[in-house]
């Protein structure tokens, strides 16, 4: 299979001479290029970031394609137990998700109205999953997180596969699996990135980076295109659509860790690549100090262009998926790019959160995306 968007092979850095080589097969549209570190007036050189995280072959993302691909093609009911909860039951748990998925993230909300009532239901349930995954270990129960914790949560995902479920939620995840053809291995990778949230504070380069944005946002792209359903006219695999999705995760990831910046140093977490801080002449310190210098300010510069690189490639992707699905993932796509050109407008102070107050209210009219909701409440774990 071709893959379009593909970056899967390792580029050649030469990160003291600040120039990344990139080679031909990495990007079959992109030319071979050789990147310049871009000139400071003083003379110092600041180099351009590595945009190549973990080849998509290490992530296994051909196999999940596959996996979700040979159900579609045998049709669901051969492959998976049937759902069989009743109707009215049913109603009541995608009831729920929607509740939940309508207050805690309403901009996905309005946009999966737009989808089928069928794609809409199984995107409030896997959200509904996800959210309480991410709650788990950022929710205000996270002073409980264990490994044994996590450990259960993953046998009760293979309950909810089994077609097990444990609670309303999770029934509502066990019908849309009996539904589309979603694999489980997203759903652990996901969970496996909470471990690693737990355990490491610090990233010492992108690819470090690159792996915790896969497992726990770059799987959410693998989980919905299922759902969300590939265009019968798309022009290319679909596992370049796939890894479009994976790369629309990344972006919203690196936005969120570039938006949230003060607020993760403050639980003592830097989620910027240690080397990348120290080419810039930044270090630890200097995150925690909270201060906008030139270095500060040029490093944001590539940290967004970057952030951006993986937007343009996500954009291409969305395009091919089925016509009614592509308006949310557009309408994400806007208010991630939204959130990055408020943080350029706020002269790069993104240690507060006042650069993004009112602007995409302005632009959109619709709630702030990046508004971090009331904590979750009971509701979602009963
Ligand atoms: C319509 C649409 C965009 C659907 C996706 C809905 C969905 C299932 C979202 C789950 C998000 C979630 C709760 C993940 C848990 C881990 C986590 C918190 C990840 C971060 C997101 C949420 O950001 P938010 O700002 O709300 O988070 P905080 O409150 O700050 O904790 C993430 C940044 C991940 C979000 C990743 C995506 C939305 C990827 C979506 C990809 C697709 C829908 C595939 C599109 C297909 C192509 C071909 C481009």
Redesign the pocket.
């Given at each position: 299979m071709c893959s379009t968007f593909s970056l899967s092979a390792k580029p050649c850095a030469a990160a003291h001479t600040g120039k990344f080589l990139h080679s031909k097969s990495l990007a079959t549209r992109a030319k071979a290029e050789v990147i310049t570190a871009p000139k400071r007036s003083s003379g110092q050189a600041f180099p351009q970031l590595l945009k190549q995280g973990i080849p998509h072959t290490d992530l296994q993302v051909h196999e999940i394609v596959e996996r979700q691909s040979h159900a579609n093609v045998l049709g669901k009911q051969d492959t998976c137990r049937k759902s069989e909860f009743h109707p009215v039951f049913l109603e009541e748990a995608y009831g729920r998700c929607r509740n939940i998925c309508a207050e805690?993230?309403k901009t996905?909300y309005l946009?999966?109205l737009l989808m089928t009532e069928e794609r809409q239901k199984a995107?409030w349930a896997?959200?509904v999953w996800?959210?309480r995954?991410?709650e788990l270990v950022?929710g205000p129960n996270a002073v409980h997180m264990s490994t044994a914790v996590l450990d259960r949560w993953e046998e009760r995902l293979q309950d909810i596969f089994d077609g097990f479920p444990y609670d309303m939620l999770d029934a509502a995840l066990t019908d849309t699996i009996s539904k589309f053809s979603l694999d489980i291995k997203p759903f652990r990778d996901?969970i496996e990135?909470m471990r690693m949230d737990t355990r490491k504070f610090r990233y010492d380069n992108f690819q470090e980076l690159y792996m915790y944005c896969y497992y726990?946002?770059?799987t959410?792209?693998l989980?919905?295109?299922p759902v969300?359903g590939i265009a019968a006219e798309a022009s290319v695999s679909a596992l370049s659509?796939?890894n479009?999705?994976l790369?629309?995760?990344i972006g919203?990831?690196l936005?969120?860790i570039l938006r949230?910046v003060g607020e993760d140093a403050l639980r003592g977490r830097i989620y910027l690549p240690q080397d990348e801080l120290a080419q810039f002449g930044l270090c630890d310190k200097d995150v925690f100090s909270r201060k906008v210098t030139d270095g500060w300010r040029e490093l944001m510069k590539e940290q967004i262009t970057r952030a951006r690189f993986y937007f343009n490639l996500?954009?291409e992707?969305?395009s091919?998926?089925e016509k009614a699905s592509r308006w949310?993932?557009w309408s994400?796509l806007l208010i991630y790019r939204k959130i990055l050109d408020a943080i350029e407008d706020n002269d790069y102070d993104n240690f507060t959160k006042r650069a993004f107050v009112g602007r995409t209210k302005k632009l959109l009219t619709l709630p702030l995306?990046?508004s971090?909701?009331q904590p979750i409440s009971s509701l979602i774990f009963q």
């Amino acid at each position: 299979m071709c893959s379009t968007f593909s970056l899967s092979a390792k580029p050649c850095a030469a990160a003291h001479t600040g120039k990344f080589l990139h080679s031909k097969s990495l990007a079959t549209r992109a030319k071979a290029e050789v990147i310049t570190a871009p000139k400071r007036s003083s003379g110092q050189a600041f180099p351009q970031l590595l945009k190549q995280g973990i080849p998509h072959t290490d992530l296994q993302v051909h196999e999940i394609v596959e996996r979700q691909s040979h159900a579609n093609v045998l049709g669901k009911q051969d492959t998976c137990r049937k759902s069989e909860f009743h109707p009215v039951f049913l109603e009541e748990a995608y009831g729920r998700c929607r509740n939940i998925c309508a207050e805690y993230a309403k901009t996905f909300y309005l946009g999966t109205l737009l989808m089928t009532e069928e794609r809409q239901k199984a995107i409030w349930a896997i959200y509904v999953w996800c959210r309480r995954t991410d709650e788990l270990v950022d929710g205000p129960n996270a002073v409980h997180m264990s490994t044994a914790v996590l450990d259960r949560w993953e046998e009760r995902l293979q309950d909810i596969f089994d077609g097990f479920p444990y609670d309303m939620l999770d029934a509502a995840l066990t019908d849309t699996i009996s539904k589309f053809s979603l694999d489980i291995k997203p759903f652990r990778d996901m969970i496996e990135g909470m471990r690693m949230d737990t355990r490491k504070f610090r990233y010492d380069n992108f690819q470090e980076l690159y792996m915790y944005c896969y497992y726990v946002a770059g799987t959410v792209g693998l989980m919905s295109v299922p759902v969300m359903g590939i265009a019968a006219e798309a022009s290319v695999s679909a596992l370049s659509i796939y890894n479009a999705a994976l790369y629309l995760g990344i972006g919203n990831q690196l936005t969120n860790i570039l938006r949230d910046v003060g607020e993760d140093a403050l639980r003592g977490r830097i989620y910027l690549p240690q080397d990348e801080l120290a080419q810039f002449g930044l270090c630890d310190k200097d995150v925690f100090s909270r201060k906008v210098t030139d270095g500060w300010r040029e490093l944001m510069k590539e940290q967004i262009t970057r952030a951006r690189f993986y937007f343009n490639l996500a954009e291409e992707g969305a395009s091919q998926l089925e016509k009614a699905s592509r308006w949310p993932v557009w309408s994400s796509l806007l208010i991630y790019r939204k959130i990055l050109d408020a943080i350029e407008d706020n002269d790069y102070d993104n240690f507060t959160k006042r650069a993004f107050v009112g602007r995409t209210k302005k632009l959109l009219t619709l709630p702030l995306a990046y508004s971090k909701a009331q904590p979750i409440s009971s509701l979602i774990f009963q």
